[in-house]
Structure formats: C-alpha cells, structure tokens
C-alpha cells in the first residue's frame, strides 16, 4: 500500500525565514510526485510534478526536490501571501491514476 | 476559462435523504475523480471514471455512488446518507489517467445529521 508522511504538520515562519517541507514516500512504483497548494475553503491546485530522483523544479519562491525515499519543498524568503497548506502526493504504476494524498502541512508566514 | 465546478457548495441534510452532489469539467479530460477530505486523514480516493461508461472503486466507496453518461459530468450520489458521510468532498479531472496533473473543484461541504 503507498504511504505518504509529511513533516512537520505545522509551521509557522516568520516572514523572509527561509524553510523546507518534507514528503516521505513509501510507493511500489513511483509514476510522479505531486505537490499542491490548499488554501482554506479551496480545492487543492497543482504546484509541481517530479518524475525521478535527482530532479527539482522552481516556482518563485518555491524550489521542490525529490529523491528516491522523499520530496523537499523549500521556501526561499517566504510572504504572508505563501501562508496555506501544503500537500504532497503520489501516483503509482498501477492502471487507476489515484493520487496517494499525505496530511498536508499549514503554514503560517508572519509579517 | 478551464474548470472544475461542483454544486451545491455547502449542503446540511439529513439521515437516509438521497442526495447528489453535481461536478462538471469544460476541459475535455477524460478521466474524473471524486475525493473527500477529513481532518486527520487527508484526501482520499471515492471513485474514479477512466472515461464515459467505466467507473470504478477507490480507497472509500462505501455509501456512495457515481455514473458517467457524458464526458464533462461526473455526479456523486448518497442514496441514504449517514453522519459518519459529513465531510468536505472534491471533484478533480485530468486529461487522462497517466501523469498529468489533476483539477480540482472548489469543493462541496456536506453535513448529515
């Protein structure tokens, strides 16, 4: 069974105090690796997909990495503006495209 | 502009009152998905629809049902709703099943009591 662990649940930053999420994985084959943003009272929406280890990609203040056990998502001088919940998900080899959800992460950035 | 919508947005109802709660896509994807959200336990998987006329089961999908007469819909049903079904439910398509990034709606709040 796919097994998503993100850490911490919670974190509160103060505004430009850079920091890293982390998504650890436990999936019989790895298709993808989702990172979403949720805001409160929204749908989750889509920030990155990684395909293998070794890859990163960037989005402003956003850089997520990926390795063979886990993902990082880090962020660089975050804004109040980044404050939302954060989730990581996985898509397995398997024929169903079902997205293996972890708990998400909320964070707080102060001003 | 591309979307996945879901109605209603907020529903309180009551023990063994059929509902349905409608998603739509105008994106032309062909593969639907329905999850709901808990605290505690994140987004999970009810049913998935690989295209028109093929359903089938996710993580969850106990209490519910779904159908796909055409591509842009995707309702969920609750033939006899109970409490323990009171949670924030969404709708997601992707272009197709494979490694695209999956849409989700706005969500739909329900609450049986």
């Known amino acids: 069974e796919d097994q998503v662990t993100q850490s911490p649940e919670a974190l509160r930053l103060q505004e430009g105090e850079s920091s890293s999420l982390n998504c650890s994985y436990t999936?019989?084959?790895?298709?993808?690796l989702f990172w979403y943003r949720q805001d409160p009272g929204k749908g989750p929406e889509f920030l990155f997909t990684?395909?293998?280890a070794g890859e990163e990609k960037e989005k402003e203040r956003l850089k997520a990495t990926l390795t063979k056990k886990e993902s990082f998502l880090h962020i660089t001088a975050p804004k109040p503006e980044d404050s939302a919940t954060y989730l990581c998900?996985?898509?397995?080899?398997?024929?169903?495209?079902?997205?293996?959800f972890g708990k998400g992460i909320t964070l707080s950035v102060r001003p | 502009e591309a979307q996945v919508t879901q109605n209603p947005r907020y529903l309180i109802t009551v023990t063994g009152k059929k509902l349905t709660v409608t998603c739509s896509q105008n994106?032309?994807?062909?593969?639907m998905s329905w999850y709901r959200q808990d605290p505690g336990l994140g987004l999970r998987q009810i049913y998935y629809s690989m295209n028109v006329e093929v359903t089938d089961k996710g993580d969850v999908p106990e209490g519910y049902k779904v159908s796909r007469k055409e591509k842009r819909n995707f309702p969920l049903i609750l033939e006899s709703p109970s409490p323990n079904q009171t949670s924030l439910y969404f709708c997601?398509?992707?272009?197709?099943?494979?490694?695209?990034?999956?849409?989700f709606g706005p969500g739909t709040r329900l609450t049986v009591t």
């Open positions: 990684l395909y293998s």
């Open positions: 994106m032309n994807h062909e593969y």
């Open positions: 997601a398509s992707t272009r197709q099943a494979g490694i695209y990034e999956q849409y």
């Open positions: 999936v019989s084959g790895l298709r993808g």
């Open positions: 998900a996985v898509l397995n080899t398997g024929a169903n495209s079902k997205l293996t």
